[in-house]
Every structure is written in structure tokens, then in C-alpha cells.
């Protein structure tokens, strides 16, 4: 007799923050492929997108009954922490024998709070998934526990214990393209949450990404996948452009890599292959391009292949702080390229943080001067947030012996941020100003005609400006409402 297949559910949190970036959760779509290639029709696997529920209790809890799944794997980001105390004994309750496992970020780089955060979880997938997720799947498949694979980190007498990483996957071209058919109807183009490009141009669009891991130290940053650039072939990544394009009818790409253009010959290659084979499609880099290694002829070729948004993370003004968060942006290459790239046409967004450790107000002011005399389209100013386990939270400490990691837990869009807490300056009025001479009527009428879709932007910049005049106190209040609605349903269905 045939078993029958093991249930897998994979569940995308929805979040508190005010201003939320949805996009498809390529990690997800990847692990289903991963699994599908190596245990074919052995497992069934779905997923459920809280971030795309209206109710999300009522949705996930239906989800649950229906599918009555085996293992769930939940995804966070350090700004999805609060997600376990108030979501996963509801996920308990509805789906009790499921085996509940945790991945991503946070449950990677801050696995000990993570555990510890609810009962209901029962271990944690560490960095890379591909290997250690089909691992855990197989021995629960058989009958085994997950205690000595690789990766995995779980709790015993309420000690934290991590076994040994997985070693990263070196040929990327091994990996199946990513599973679309685990997203059923694709709703993540639909004009009703904002992308992390901020803008689209075609109707339907995607993430992908060409390589993993990014070999520059940056001190705020976590690395999910390693100080070693692991690249795919130009070959492998354009098929799947590709197949996106015919069997996904896909017209529009986000380019998600670390840094895509840290081999500018391969990078070359790609936009050539690219444009030989007639692509009509549009790229976009909501992040992944490294600013002062691009050139001018770069600049045009990437025009050439397609891409009409470029985001260029310059951080800050200060050389000072780009040595000590080792950064080291050639600032003045930077703008110049920005300048280059606004000539030819391409719609260019700049990102900046505010509130290092130990910086002045000057600094804070020359870096939204720097902003607002760019030729940058957008902008988006973030305060800074020393997360556990970076060489920023340690530089944090040390400045400020009273620090602790626990005054970060709001994440970039806090009502109180880092530097606000270790100084007591309220750098959020700092932010707003910053905003409000940067997005000048000149500037955003000019950026208006440049954008291909209009639509987006009619809708979401009212509502980026109405957050931006609300009264603080009425911030917290606001990103909460969502949460405490799903959370009176939650207590309700769990009495």
C-alpha cells in the first residue's frame, strides 16, 4: 500500500512594520524545488502568505484544517520576531502533531531568543536551507529525529544548541529554478502593497537571483549566505529569465543578488545574452549593485539589457564611518555615477542610514545634504539598528556600556530608534526632515515623468506621505492595529 504523501506548509508572517515591502518568498520557492527534484511525488507542498490575507488568522487557520500538515516552516526576519509568542500556538492548536520548524535571519543569527520565544517550535533551520531542510524532511519521512543534522539548532533543558553549518551548495547550477506552482494565483502584482523597488513597470514581475553570498565585511549586516561570492552561469541564470518569460509570462525582473556586479565580466556576459536574445523585458536592482566599482559603460549597458531603476546604497556622508562600518564607498565616484545614470535616463533611488554609533548631528545632517543635492530620484532615509550578532552591536556596546540587544527589537521602523535610546536626540524628526527636503515638488514632479507606471505611485505616495506627517504618538497605535485585530481572533479560536 502507497503512503501517503508528507505535508509540507510553508507560512510567510505578516508584520507590524508601517510601511511593509511584499515580494514572492523566493527562499520558499526554492526550498519546494529542492524538495520536489530530489523526493518527486513523496511530499506535497504549500503555501499560505499572511502578508496577502486580509483576516490572516481566519485564512491560516482554514489553511491548517484543510491541508493538515505534517511540517510547517515558518520564515522570519528580525522584524518577524514578535510572529512567534502571538501566532505559533494558535498554529499549534490548529495543526498539533505538525512538526514546527523556524528559518531565515532571525531564527539564524538570533536562534536562542527564537526557541525560546514559544514551546510550539521545534527546532530551527540555520543559514543556507536547501540541504539541511531535505536532511530534516527525510528523517522525519522515516521515522528520525533532526538532533545531529547539520544546521539544525534546537532546544534541550531549555539550552540553545546549534550543531555544526551545512556547507554552503558551491555549484548553484545544481538548484532547480525556483517553484511558481506553490504560489497558486499570483497576487503579488495587484497594485495593493508596495514593492521593496518602491515602483514596477509591467504587470507582472518577479525577484530572481544569479549569485549568493557577498565577500565585502559591511559592520550592520548578517550574512545568510557566506563571505564567498557563489555565482551561477550566465548560461543557467538566463534560462531561467527565460522560462519565467515563456511558461510564467513574467516581463519584469528584480535582480536580488548581494552584489551582482562584483564580476563585471560575467555581469557583461549576462546583459549581452540578455539582449542577443531579444529579451523584451524590464530589470530592476532593489538592491545588488555595488556603486563606485560600476562605470559609465556599465551604466549604459545595463540601459541597453533593460533596467530602468538602480538603488545605490551609500549609507552615509562621512568617510569616517564608511572606514569604521567598512563600507569604504568612494563617495565621490558614487555621485558621479548617480549623475550619469539620471543622464541616461534611469530612475535612481538612494538609501541612507541615520544614528551610527557615536555620530554627530553634523554627520547625520552632511549625509541628507548629500541626498538632497544628488541627482537621485528616490530615497529612503533608515535609522540605524544595531542587530544581535553584528560587529555593529558590538561597536554599540562598547560605546555605550548600557546598550543592550533587546533595544532593537522594533527593527529600522521603531518609534524609538538605537540612536534615540543611547543619546536620547529624537532622531525621528531628523528622518522626517530629511524626507521632506529631499522629496521637493520639483523632484518628485520630475521623478513622476520618469516613471513607466503610474498607477503605484498614485496610490502609495499619499500613503507614504500621510505616515510621514502622522504624529508620533500615533505611529505605534498605527502599525499595531493590524496585530491586534488578528490577535483578538487568535485568542478567541485558541480558548
Given at each position: 500500500m502507497?503512503?501517503r504523501p ?7 508572517p505578516c ?5 511593509q ?6 527562499a520558499?520557492?526554492y526550498l519546494s ?20 490575507e ?9 489553511k491548517?484544517r484543510l491541508?493538515?500538515p ?6 522570519l526576519?528580525s ?12 498554529i ?22 527564537a526557541?525560546?520565544a ?14 539541511t531542510?531535505?536532511n ?5 519521512q ?6 545531529s543534522?547539520?544546521?539544525?539548532a ?10 555544526a553549518?551545512?556547507?554552503?551548495i558551491e ?5 532547480p ?16 502593497h508596495?514593492?521593496m ?5 509591467e ?9 549568493r ?24 541564470f538566463v ?6 518569460y ?24 549576462i546583459?549581452?545574452?540578455i539582449i ?14 555595488r556603486?563606485?566599482?560600476?562605470t559609465?559603460?556599465d ?8 533596467i530602468?531603476?538602480i538603488t ?6 562621512s568617510r ?9 564607498l568612494?563617495?565621490?565616484?558614487v ?6 545614470s539620471s543622464?541616461i535616463g534611469?530612475i ?16 547625520i ?7 538632497r543635492k ?5 530615497a529612503?532615509?533608515?535609522a540605524?539598528?544595531p542587530?544581535?550578532n553584528?560587529?555593529?552591536a558590538?561597536?554599540a556596546?562598547?560605546?555605550y ?5 533587546d533595544?532593537v527589537l522594533?527593527g ?6 538605537f540612536?534615540?535610546r543611547?543619546?536620547g536626540?529624537?532622531?525621528?524628526r531628523?528622518?522626517k ?7 521637493l515638488?520639483?523632484?518628485?514632479f520630475k521623478t ?13 505616495w ?6 510621514l506627517?502622522l504624529?508620533?504618538?500615533l505611529?505605534k ?8 485585530d ?10
Open positions: 502507497r503512503r508528507f505535508k509540507i506548509l510553508f507560512i510567510k508584520s507590524d512594520m508601517q510601511v515591502f511584499i515580494e514572492v518568498p523566493l520558499f520557492l524545488a529542492f524538495l520536489k527534484a530530489h523526493l518527486d511525488d513523496s511530499v506535497q507542498v504549500e503555501m499560505i502568505d499572511l502578508r496577502l486580509r483576516q490572516p488568522a481566519d485564512a491560516l487557520e482554514k491548517l491541508f493538515a505534517d511540517l510547517i516552516g515558518v520564515s526576519l522584524m518577524d520576531r514578535a510572529f512567534l509568542p502571538r501566532w505559533c500556538d494558535f499549534k492548536a490548529c495543526a498539533p502533531s505538525a512538526t514546527i520548524v523556524i528559518g531565515g535571519p532571525f531564527a539564524t543569527y538570533e536562534f536562542d531568543a526557541l525560546k514559544t514551546p510550539a517550535v521545534d527546532c530551527a533551520v540555520m543559514g543556507e536551507g536547501e540541504i531542510f531535505f530534516l524532511v527525510t528523517a522525519l522515516n521515522g528520525k529525529d533532526f538532533y543534522i547539520n544546521g539544525i534546537y532546544l534541550s533543558d531549555y539550552q540553545a544548541v546549534c550543531n553549518p551545512e556547507p554552503y555549484d548553484l547550477d545544481t538548484l529554478f525556483p517553484d511558481y506552482e506553490i504560489l497558486g494565483n499570483y497576487r503579488y502584482c495587484d497594485f495593493s508596495l514593492p523597488n518602491a515602483v514596477i513597470a504587470k507582472k514581475y518577479t525577484l530572481v537571483i544569479s549569485s553570498g557577498c565577500p565585502y565585511r559591511c559592520a550592520y549586516c548578517h550574512s545568510m549566505f557566506g563571505k564567498k561570492t557563489r555565482k551561477r552561469s550566465t548560461a543557467n534560462a531561467e529569465i527565460k522560462w519565467l515563456d511558461v510564467h509570462g513574467i516581463r519584469e525582473f528584480h535582480i536580488a543578488d548581494d552584489i551582482f556586479n562584483i564580476d563585471r565580466k560575467r555581469m557583461h556576459e546583459l549581452h545574452c542577443d536574445q531579444g529579451l523584451n523585458i524590464k530589470i530592476a536592482f532593489p538592491n545588488g549593485l556603486g563606485d566599482i560600476l559609465p559603460e551604466l549604459q549597458l545595463l540601459k541597453r539589457a533593460g530602468y531603476t545605490f546604497a551609500v549609507e552615509t556622508a569616517e564611518i564608511q572606514q569604521a562600518i567598512h563600507k569604504n568612494n563617495i565621490d565616484r555621485m558621479d555615477n548617480i549623475a550619469f543622464n534611469i535612481n533611488k538612494g538609501t541612507f542610514m541615520l544614528g551610527f554609533p557615536d555620530e554627530s548631528l553634523q554627520s545632517k552632511a549625509t541628507m545634504d548629500l541626498a544628488s541627482k537621485l530620484d528616490m529612503a532615509f533608515f540605524v539598528m542587530f544581535r553584528t560587529e555593529l558590538t561597536m556596546k562598547q560605546m556600556p548600557f546598550f543592550k540587544d533595544d522594533g529600522y521602523w521603531d518609534s524609538k530608534s540612536y534615540q543611547v543619546t536626540y529624537n532622531l525621528k531628523l528622518q526632515l530629511a524626507y521632506l527636503k529631499f522629496y515638488p520639483f523632484r518628485i513622476f515623468l520618469k516613471l513607466p507606471s503610474k498607477r503605484m505611485v498614485l496610490i502609495f499619499p500613503m507614504f506621505a500621510f505616515y506627517l504624529p508620533e504618538s505611529h497605535r498605527f502599525s499595531r492595529r493590524h496585530h491586534d488578528a490577535e483578538s481572533r487568535i485568542y478567541s479560536k485558541t480558548q
